[in-house]
């Protein structure tokens, strides 16, 4: 019974870490194709850094959750930040998460406007509601969601992406890696970092609500899976569309026009799993902003959510590539100094605990 609890307690946090991080960026592929694709043979090193980085990362950060018994992420930057660099962390991240719920629910109505041909309205409204079915109970809302939404998603990437990379493709891969591989490698590894920086800030809003869901180390291994399993979707991804360049790197939706290589049908299924992709980011960034307004204001958490949404509404009015183009470098960048000061932190309390 012990065994069968951990081994759940892992898939748990597996489920939280890709749910927090395969978002409409990722399942889009446009992500995969501006951090890494575009880089040729040296994305490849790049994406291997990056899957290190977030097993590496995310077994870390349970780990000082566990070793603070810290449960949300104002508690864990506290313990990252002083005081009056906490204040400025805290806010940034607070804006970034606000910033990224107008932008979820701006590409929802892209999807259902340009994918569906559907009202734009119709799409944001949808998310909108989902979002807050879902999150009225708390953090049992979001494991609900993430248990239900996360696992039928990576079904689907895994299933799409695999039969692209496999059974697909008539280009030179070789040769068309050897047309875009004129960037230094320095290039890619800095944006390998970018990326696994904006998309960690992401995953430790929800990753660390699960502390109080697991043992240490049920929650490092789960921490250390997520990642591995983050690294693998990458990769299957990077592989399905460089089998089609330099021709994809021209669309928006990259994963669309792949799956629309294979089948009509497989373009259909790829257009729900890039909604439930928008879907489950939206859910992470709404919890972590609810969350912090509630503390910060002391009113009631429903109110707080009801209040996050309604005030992203005017926002999602903006184009979806707008957003991302805005929000998604700086926060990488923002998530660059919190990795920073969790390896520092991490190695203090290893330390501790080795020798006290």
Not at 95 to 107: D, E, K
Not at 307 to 327: C, E, M, N
Not at 330 to 338: Q, S, V, Y
């Amino acid at each position: 019974m012990g065994e069968r609890y951990k081994i759940r307690g892992v898939f748990l946090i597996v489920f939280a870490y890709i749910g927090a991080v395969v978002g409409a960026g990722f399942a889009s592929g446009q992500e995969i194709g501006q951090f890494f694709v575009r880089f040729g043979a040296n994305g490849l090193i790049g994406i291997i850094i990056a899957t290190i980085c977030f097993a590496f990362l995310g077994g870390l950060l349970l780990y000082v959750a566990h070793y603070e018994k810290a449960s949300t992420y104002q508690e864990i930057l506290g313990l990252l930040f002083s005081s009056r660099v906490l204040a400025i962390i805290d806010v940034g991240l607070a804006v970034f998460l606000f910033l990224g719920i107008s932008t979820m629910l701006s590409a929802s109505g892209a999807v259902f406007v340009e994918h569906l041909f559907l009202p734009k309205n119709l799409g944001i409204w949808l998310a909108f509601l989902l979002v807050v079915f879902f999150l009225l109970a708390g953090k049992k809302g979001l494991v609900f969601s993430f248990n239900i939404l996360v696992p039928i998603k990576l079904i689907l990437i895994l299933g799409i992406s695999s039969y692209a990379s496999f059974f697909t493709g008539l280009n030179n891969v070789s040769g068309s890696w050897r047309l875009l591989s004129s960037y230094p490698m320095g290039y890619s590894l800095f944006y390998s970092l970018l990326y696994v920086g904006y998309n960690f800030a992401y995953a430790l809003v929800v990753l660390v609500a699960y502390q109080s869901l697991s043992s240490k180390r049920t929650g490092v291994y789960g921490g250390i899976c997520g990642g591995l399993v983050l690294g693998l979707l990458l990769l299957l991804t990077y592989l399905a569309l460089s089998k089609y360049l330099p021709l994809v790197l021209s669309y928006e939706v990259p994963m669309l026009f792949v799956a629309g290589e294979i089948s009509r049908s497989a373009k259909y299924i790829y257009t729900f799993v890039l909604w439930l992709g928008i879907l489950t980011t939206a859910l992470a960034n709404t919890y972590g902003f609810s969350q912090r307004l509630a503390y910060f204001t002391k009113l009631n958490y429903k109110f707080c959510l009801l209040l996050s949404l309604i005030l992203a509404l005017p926002l999602a009015r903006i184009d979806f590539s707008v957003l991302v183009g805005v929000v998604y470098p700086l926060f990488g960048l923002l998530g660059l100094i919190i990795i920073l000061a969790l390896i520092y932190k991490a190695t203090k309390d290893i330390l501790r605990e080795l020798y006290y």
